[in-house]
């Protein structure tokens, strides 16, 4: 059974540090892995998809990077704004069930 | 742009009414979702479908079912509401294979007194 894990649970930074967030998983059968954003009370957004062929994918601050024969990404924000406050989730694709699995997130809080 | 809607936002019933929850996408999407999410356990799978009329079973279907009558909605049931059932819901769409961006609708809120 495929799981997911983000670590850390939480993380508290200063306004314009760079951080990484981490997400593993446990089958390498998988379609692809997304990464999103979480605001409280609100829906999912998209903010980045890996295809299993591809090592990364950037969009603006954000880059997300994918090594799926050890089953591990990471999502890296750069210059860390207090707009970035959030949780962040990440899930994966089974390429065997179709389901789409998620970690438990990781709250981040960037301070002015 | 890309939509999901779910039908409502915040919703309060009562125990042991039958309650719908409705979604529907404008993206011409296969699979469809259906998660509740709660503190300290995340996104949990409830039902997911990959065509109309087809559905699978995610990691905690007991006490739902769901109905996909048309390719763009997918409901989720509460055959008889329980307050364990309060929680966030989220309803997803994406297409099939490698390309398969998921995108999520806003949430209901569905508290059961």
């Known amino acids: 059974k495929q799981e997911v894990t983000q670590i850390p649970a939480a993380l508290s930074v200063p306004e314009g540090e760079n951080l990484v967030l981490n997400c593993s998983f446990t089958?390498?059968?998988?379609?692809?892995l997304q990464w999103f954003r979480q605001d409280p009370g609100k829906g999912l957004t998209s903010l980045l998809l890996?295809?299993?062929?591809?090592r990364e994918q950037t969009s603006g601050r954000l880059n997300a990077s994918l090594d799926k024969s050890s089953g591990r990404s990471t999502l890296y924000i750069a210059a860390s704004q207090p707009g970035d406050s959030a949780t962040y989730l990440c899930?994966?694709?089974?390429?065997?069930?179709?389901?789409?699995?998620f970690g438990q997130g990781t709250t981040l809080q960037v301070k002015p | 742009d890309v939509k999901v809607t779910q039908s409502s936002r915040y919703l309060v019933k009562r125990t042991g009414e039958k309650v719908f929850l409705e979604c529907v996408q404008d993206?011409?999407?296969?699979?469809m979702f259906w998660y509740r999410q709660d503190p300290g356990l995340g996104l949990r799978l409830i039902y997911f479908?990959?065509?109309?009329?087809?559905?699978e079973k995610g990691d905690i279907p007991e006490g739902y079912s769901v109905s996909r009558e048309k390719k763009e909605r997918f409901s989720l049931i509460l055959e008889s509401a329980s307050t364990n059932q309060t929680s966030m819901y989220l309803c997803?769409?994406?297409?099939?294979?490698?390309?398969?961006?998921?995108?999520f609708g806003q949430g209901t809120r569905l508290t059961v007194v």
């Open positions: 997803a769409s994406s297409t099939t294979g490698d390309l398969t961006e998921a995108f």
């Open positions: 089958d390498s059968a998988i379609y692809n």
């Open positions: 890996i295809q299993s062929s591809q």
């Open positions: 899930a994966v694709r089974s390429s065997n069930t179709g389901k789409l699995i």
């Open positions: 993206m011409d999407h296969e699979n």
């Open positions: 479908s990959y065509d109309v009329k087809m559905k």
